[in-house]
């Protein structure tokens, strides 16, 4: 643990990253082109060595660090979407 998360712990706060889930477009080395929602962005793969081409992964950082199914990257990327509706509607 850093000394900022202690910090922030003890003033009652957490800090959290989020990952998004995409779709594996292309690979190429240990790095992919991954499409979240309509951008499509260039990943390191090398924590996800198994993925293929048309599955789903989660990206957070600029790193590829999970598989995951297509219904629940869809469920996903559909709060994102929900999310931002409500941020801009304020």
């Known amino acids: 643990m850093t000394d900022d998360y202690l ?3 003890e003033k009652g706060g957490t800090r959290m990253c989020l990952a998004v889930s995409g779709k594996v477009l292309k690979i190429e ?3 992919g082109i ?3 929602g309509n951008m499509k962005r260039e990943v390191f793969m090398h924590l996800v060595p198994d ?3 048309d599955e789903y992964v989660l990206v957070h950082a600029g790193c590829a660090i999970e598989t995951i199914d297509e219904e629940e990257a869809k469920i996903t990327l559909d ?3 929900e999310l ?3 941020e801009v509607r304020l």
């Open 84 to 86: 931002l509706y409500n």
């Open 34 to 36: 991954v499409e979240i």
């Open 29 to 31: 080395g240990n790095k």
């Open 7 to 9: 910090i922030e712990k």
């Open 79 to 81: 709060i994102f979407k």
């Open 51 to 53: 993925v293929c081409v």
